[in-house]
Structures are given as structure tokens and as C-alpha cells.
């Protein structure tokens, strides 16, 4: 029987294999609740994406300048989070717990 771990690091190279997210984040659209939330954290501050997954949250978030850092009970998705990110030229902190 597969760990929950083990599970999730599956279905996370499952999805990078098909190309990742194929949405957008909601932190790049114009949504007015992603405008309240951002409006409510000071420039540059510190984001946690607790399960990132392949990152599409994170690097948005990143993009905007926001220092993030990422965790999520598969390794393997913090590990192509960071990658994306590295090839993007940005720079996700990974939290361990």
C-alpha cells in the first residue's frame, strides 16, 4: 500500500508530464477578492503556499514580488515548484515541517 507521500509525488509527476497547471493563478487575474487579499499585505512581504503543488499560486505570487516560501507533502512538488521558479529567474524558500 502506497503512503500518502508517495501518492502525491505520483500524481505530481503525473501532472508535470501533461505540461503542470494549465490554469492560470487567481493572483493574476483581476479578481477583486485577490485585490483585497494583496491590498492587505505589505509590499514585498512574506507568503506561505502550504501545498503548492506544481506552483501556480507561488510563482504568481513571486512574480508580484511577494517573497514566498513553499511546502507541500509531496517533495517532489516542492522540487519542480522551486524549478520553475529557478527557470523564471525567481527564488521560492522551501519550508520544511
Known sequence: ????????DESVRR????????????????????RTFLA??????RILDFGCGLGRNALALARLGYRVAVADISAEAVRLCQGRA???GLSLQRCSY
Do not use: D, H
Open 1 to 8: 500500500m502506497r503512503t500518502a507521500r508517495e501518492f502525491w
Open 15 to 34: 501532472a508535470a508530464g501533461a505540461g503542470g497547471p494549465t490554469r492560470p493563478s487567481v493572483f493574476e487575474g483581476s479578481r477583486q477578492a485577490c
Open 40 to 45: 492587505m499585505l505589505p509590499e514585498g512581504g
Open 86 to 88: 529557478s527557470r523564471e
